[in-house]
């Protein structure tokens, strides 16, 4: 199952259940190549049992995470976004973030330099960027949070 941004036609998280007829192990997967990671993640589950059984659990296990609301958490200047953060509005745990050198703030820029941020790939702590401009709703209610 893909859970994906429509506003943004962006992936946010991939997660999926291999089976093998008595065992199910679901997690977070590769959003291409479809495997289970090396290590569990905060979405693993594993179950033993006949197959209607593992199916009625497996069916809770993807409605328990398609029910967390979801927000898209956005940095903006001069009318465009440099940085935004997919994260689950009930924990504030991210999912995927991005950020573009290009378009942020000069300001910010130098600070995090003089701070010796690193931003990897596009990356960076939602911590160095303060709170975000724009907090949109992309699935469920994050108002009640």
Request: with cysteine; proline share 4%.
């Amino acid at each position: 199952m893909d859970i994906v941004d429509p506003q943004r036609n962006q992936g946010i998280l991939t997660v999926g259940a291999h089976f093998n007829g008595t065992v199910v192990h679901a997690d977070k997967l590769h959003n291409q190549l479809f495997s289970l990671p090396e290590e569990a993640t905060e979405f693993t589950f594993t179950a033993v049992g006949n197959p209607a059984e593992l199916a009625e659990r497996t069916a809770a296990w993807f409605e328990a995470i398609l029910v967390r609301p979801l927000v898209r958490c956005e940095w903006q200047h001069t009318g465009h976004t440099y940085a935004v953060r997919y994260e689950f509005a009930d924990t504030g745990r991210g999912l995927i973030e991005s950020f573009n050198d290009a378009l942020a703030p000069r300001r910010l820029r130098n600070r995090l330099a003089a701070e010796g941020i690193v931003r990897g790939r596009g990356r960076i702590n939602r911590a160095h960027l303060g709170e975000p401009d724009l907090i949109a709703s992309v699935r469920g209610d994050h108002l009640g949070q």
